[in-house]
């Protein structure tokens, strides 16, 4: 396995290093085209703003290349902003396109504090392979504004209530995974999942 973690200079790249590092599983910072030629696994981090990290993955030509091998069937994780990245657009940057990697977009919450900050229960739609072997009742760590709206309600794997606002907590199509919550910081439930996705 040649596991890339994206580089775009405003990803959470620390906490899903170390994560990565206590599962003891090898992996490459991937900046540039070139470095993600060979990985068989990608996991796209994010923390910040939808327009500042689409602008950065365009400007270190990482666009074209992360499309091309999630098509070629390449599983990718998206953690966070790297969920709403896969999407086609976000209400955060309008004008700015998306990876569109999933149909749809990306709106701000309807919370009665934004952002959502903090531990929340996940509520499962449908099994996949990285929720394998967690228990009934999951609880991650979320810090977001903006959440995705699937054009297909099928790829929501789990959602996740607040106020009178849901969204998507997991969504997966294909080779494509993505969390809204921290996984590197939703503790051993975090670690199960990071763990699934490096084995599946």
């Known amino acids: ?12 790249l620390r906490s899903v290093a170390n994560a990565l590092r206590y599962l003891d ?13 060979g990985a068989t696994r990608i996991i796209l981090p994010g923390v910040g703003h939808f327009g500042a990290a689409m602008h950065e993955l365009n400007r270190r030509g990482l666009v074209e290349p992360l499309v091309e091998r999630v098509r070629a069937g390449v599983p990718l994780l998206g953690i966070c902003l790297g969920l709403q ?3 086609e ?15 749809g977009g990306v709106r701000r919450l309807q919370t009665k504090v934004v952002p959502h900050m903090g531990w929340n229960r996940l509520v499962f739609q449908r099994a996949h392979a990285i929720t394998r072997g ?3 009742t999951v609880h991650c760590y ?14 929501t794997v789990a959602e996740v209530r607040q106020d009178d606002d ?12 993505a969390t809204q919550f921290h996984p590197e910081k939703s503790g051993p439930v975090g670690l199960i999942m990071l763990r699934n996705f490096v084995q599946c």
């Open 25 to 37: 599983c090898a992996f490459d910072l991937c900046d540039s085209a070139t470095a993600l030629k």
């Open 85 to 87: 990245l896969l999407f």
């Open 142 to 155: 979320f810090a977001n504004s903006f959440a995705a709206t699937p054009a297909d309600t099928g790829v």
């Open 89 to 103: 657009s976000s209400e955060e940057a309008p004008g700015v396109p998306g990876l569109g990697l999933l149909a």
């Open 166 to 177: 849901t969204f998507p907590a997991i969504v997966a199509d294909g080779s494509l995974a």
């Open 1 to 12: 396995m040649n596991l890339a973690l994206i580089d775009y200079g405003a990803g959470n």
């Open 134 to 136: 967690l228990p009934d």
